[in-house]
Structure formats: C-alpha cells, structure tokens
T-cell receptor, first 113, second 115 residues
Framework: DTGVSQDPRHKITKRGQNVTFRCDPISEHNRLYWYRQTLGQGPEFLTYFQNEAQLEKSRLLSDRFSAERPKGSFSTLEIQRTEQGDSAMYLC???????????FGEGSRLTVL | AQKVTQAQTEISVVEKEDVTLDCVYETRDTTYYLFWYKQPPSGELVFLIRRNSFDEQNEISGRYSWNFQKSTSSFNFTITASQVVDSAVYFCALTNTGTASKLTFGTGTRLQVTL
C-alpha cells in the first residue's frame, strides 16, 4: 500500500465530455503530483502541489485541464471537452518533499471513444 | 533538457538467469537524482532505488544491484537469479535537485521471466 488512492480506476467517456479524477493521499505528505502515462511510454509529469499551492504545470497540461487541491488534502484533475488523445493512465503520487521518492497510486485509466 | 534512454524494449529470460536492464541518461546539471521504478501487471509503480549524482558507489539489495557510472552516464540495474515475480516493466528516471520530484522517465523495459 503506497498510501495513495485514486478514483475512479477506469473511466470510459465519449469525446467532448468532461471527466474528473480524484486522488487521496495519506495526510502527512505535503507534496502531490499528477503524471500521465500513455501505452508503451513512461509517465510524464503534469503538475504538482505543495499543500494547496499548485507550484508547477507542464506544457502538456492544456487549458482543458485543471487541477486543484483544496485545503492541501485530496486533489482533483478535471479534463474538459475530452479528446481521443487524452486516453491514458492518470497517475497521482505523493512525496515527502525535496527530491524524495514518489509513491504512486494505482492510477485512473481514461478511455475516450 | 533531460533525457533517459532505455534501449531494451523487452527482455525474456528463464527463471534463475541473471538479467541487466540498461539506462543511459542525459542532463546538463551537475547535481541530479536517478531512480528505478517497477510497474508490475497490476499497474502501480513501485519505487526501487534513488541515487544522487555524487554517490557512485554501487548498491546491492538482495537480488537487486545497481551500477552507476557517471563517465558513461549510465545507471544499470541487475537482477540476480530472476524469478517469475520479477516480471514487470522497469522504468529508469531522472530529476535535478531544483525540480522537486518532477521526474523524467525512460520508456521502460518489459521483463518477462518464465519457468
């Protein structure tokens, strides 16, 4: 158990619909990360939070994507007007800060039809 | 820009064989961290090791060992006496110390261990 829960585990949606993923890390780790992994590739960094502050966003995160972490606890990643290219595994991870190791959740797989 | 190359896409071995997974990295930073992660069929990435750029000492943990060579920008991973449970995709990753845990991952090496 890595202490990161993600929901839903799998989401199938039609192109143009909005989807939201949720990540619940155990409380004592103040950094939370979102990564995206497409088939046959390694994870790619999307964004990260320190407590409730979103400190960095990748250029992969287009304006259709938004992430929040209210009160520095759970986080949500919303994708608006989904496109087929958004199909991927969305991974959430926590860390203790600095360049500590990341502890990943099991991911939320998005399939856009 | 940082880059991690895992040239071996897929490796198949028979149980009890030793296997080495290659990782070559590129970075302009003098201080950086290297990682290995395992992704079993269940999908959850599992942290294996972190090594900083100032520590070139090789590390052994049970059947796992890592060989870090700055001269060749490589951070190779060896599994001794492989087991079926080692079957997974293994990722090498890199970050510099100024970017928190914003890791740059390689494309992974799929290891298949058969009886």
């Amino acid at each position: 158990d890595t202490g990161v829960s993600q929901d839903p585990r799998h989401k199938i949606t039609k192109r143009g619909q909005n989807v939201t993923f949720r990540c619940d890390p155990i409380s004592e780790h103040n950094r939370l990360y979102w990564y995206r992994q497409t088939l046959g590739q390694g994870p790619e960094f999307l964004t990260y939070f320190q407590n409730e502050a979103q400190l960095e966003k990748s250029r992969l995160l287009s304006d259709r994507f938004s992430a929040e972490r209210p009160k520095g606890s759970f986080s949500t990643l919303e994708i608006q007007r989904t496109e087929q290219g958004d199909s991927a595994m969305y991974l959430c991870a926590r860390s203790t800060g600095g360049t500590g190791e990341l502890f990943f959740g099991e991911g939320s797989r998005l399939t856009v039809l | 820009a940082q880059k991690v190359t895992q040239a071996q896409t897929e490796i198949s071995v028979v149980e009890k064989e030793d296997v080495t997974l290659d990782c070559v990295y590129e970075t302009r930073d003098t201080t950086y961290y290297l990682f290995w992660y395992k992704q079993p069929p269940s999908g959850e990435l599992v942290f294996l090791i972190r090594r900083n750029s100032f520590d070139e000492q090789n590390e052994i943990s049970g059947r796992y060992s890592w060989n870090f060579q700055k001269s060749t920008s490589s951070f190779n991973f060896t599994i001794t006496a492989s087991q079926v449970v080692d079957s997974a995709v293994y990722f090498c990753a890199l970050t510099n110390t100024g970017t928190a845990s914003k890791l740059t991952f390689g494309t992974g090496t799929r290891l298949q261990v058969t009886l």
